[in-house]
């Protein structure tokens, strides 16, 4: 059973600097990509960023590109979001999710998810 467990979330301010992390445990060959996803109040979920499992390609969502920079470290079965340069629209509960492909960001055909961790940028 594929398990996805979020941490590293809570209150910075603009400008900042967090990492998430995504531990991933029962992970199987079935699954080729991790994915990170936020969504806030009132807002539909988005993808943000995800990465390949097998030869680390990632993709980005327009609004993170050149700040978030995701990486992955197979020995310890966690995929980490390094994000920077925060701004209050970044605010959002943030979850992992495990996934076939990273052509797609629609969270519909992403299976496995984590409960989320809150970040929350703000003066």
């Known amino acids: 059973q594929v398990q996805l467990v979020e941490s590293g979330g809570g209150l910075v301010q603009p400008g900042g600097s967090l990492r998430l992390s995504c531990a991933v445990s029962?992970?199987?060959?079935?699954?080729?990509?991790i994915g990170w996803f936020r969504q806030a109040p009132g807002k539909e979920r988005e993808g943000v960023s995800c990465?390949?499992?097998?030869?680390?390609?990632?993709y980005y969502a327009d609004s993170v590109k050149g700040r978030f920079i995701i990486s992955r470290d197979n020995a310890k079965n966690t995929v980490y979001l390094q994000m920077n340069s925060l701004k209050p629209a970044d605010t959002a509960v943030y979850y992992c999710?495990?996934?076939?492909?990273?052509?797609?960001?629609?969270?519909?055909?992403?299976?496995?998810w984590g409960q989320g961790t809150q970040v929350t940028v703000s003066s």
């Open positions: 990465i390949s499992i097998t030869d680390g390609s990632t």
């Open positions: 029962g992970f199987t060959l079935n699954y080729y990509a």
């Open positions: 999710a495990s996934g076939f492909t990273i052509a797609s960001m629609s969270p519909s055909l992403w299976g496995y």
